[in-house]
């Protein structure tokens, strides 16, 4: 089964467990084993940021503590087990995960069961076990590129999930909980091994984009690699685990105006105030070495938001032909903040610039 050009790369594999994780039959045989062939697929697809799933019909604690016994049960983000239609448990699984039905693929050895799942969800990418020992090699389980944000996907989807159920359950006001997450950012400057998580946030991201500008690899490297520029990641974590990489900051530099060229954060990360702290730190850099501080906007359909971050953190819309810079902290330097909600006010000792471009 080779994939067309069209089609995406698999994002999540879900897995039947009866004669296809494991072999044998849980509930007959009691004691079920793990081929090597199939350790192999579930660790390698995991390195390459693929999520993986379980949807089988089984006992629910039984099989999950021998999947646990068996020392893979922290690779799978979600489990439907239960005596449902597969179908319902594939479709509830990519509706949580917010996937596409084309980028989910399921492994069975019942040719009946692929059969239903095909039926009602036919974009769904359907293999019999006994593929399990090709999957790393068909194309569809190899992505262009594997960051470091790809690698420990799975574990930035586990840490979501305790996040969100936390969030579910806290009774107190949403600013409390922010600052009891004990979130953390980080920004650095850019690396060769970063710029393929960068292009994918310019790309991405579009409610938190300043601009809508693309970068491209080429672009990136090209910049990446000029003294006039200087290139900016974002990270984010809190007490559940890494958000990973959240944002890009790109700036011209300069001696006297420090000029921001893209502010992109992502789109999950809006509620913390991410984009709101970038540039509140970028002020008080500003603020320290007394340059005015400029910043690109274009208005795209989707970017509102971040025109409102803009205005909240005291930019002021006016025509400027200056070409301006920022100063970063030094090589190598990470600037660490504690978040807290909300936007600062802007230092008085800042001249703010919001230069509007026009629209693509």
Known sequence: MGRAVSEPIVKCLVWDLDNTLWKGTLLEDGEVVLDDQVRDAVVGLDSRGILQAVASKNDHDHAW???????????FVLAR???????????????????????????????????????????????????????????????????????????MYQANQLRQAEQESFTGPS??????????????????????RVEELTLRTSQMNATGVHYSDVD?????????????????????????????????TGPMVWHLKLLATSCRVVSFG??????????????????????????????????????FAGFTEEHCECRVALRPAGDG??????????????????????????AP
């Open 81 to 155: 087990i239960g005596w449902g239609p597969k179908s319902e448990s594939i479709r509830e699984i990519a509706d949580q995960l917010s996937f596409a039905y084309d980028t989910i693929a399921f492994v069975d050895d019942q040719p009946a069961e692929r059969a239903e799942v095909a039926f009602h969800l036919p974009q769904v990418r359907c293999y019999p076990a006994e593929r399990i020992p090709e999957l790393l090699i068909l194309p569809e389980y190899k992505p262009t590129a594997v960051t470091v944000d790809s690698r420990r996907r799975r574990q």
């Open 274 to 311: 991410a984009g709101a702290t970038v540039l509140n730190w970028l002020i008080g850099e500003a603020a320290a070495a007394g340059t005015h501080l400029v910043a690109d906007f274009r208005p795209t359909s989707r970017n509102r938001i971040m025109e409102v971050a803009y205005r």
């Open 175 to 196: 600013e409390q909980f922010l600052r009891s997450l004990e979130l953390a950012m980080e920004i650095n400057q850019a690396t060769v091994e970063d710029l393929s």
């Open 65 to 75: 503590e021998r999947l646990a016994a068996l020392g893979i049960a922290e690779y």
């Open 220 to 252: 990136l490297r090209a910049l990446l690699d000029d003294p006039g520029h200087e290139m900016l990641t974002v990270t984010m974590s809190d007490r559940f685990g890494p958000h990973g990489a959240v944002g890009v900051v790109l700036l011209e």
């Open 333 to 358: 330097d990470t600037q660490r903040l504690h978040l807290t909600p909300g936007p600062r006010p802007a230092p008085a000792a800042v001249r703010l610039t919001a230069v509007r471009l026009a």
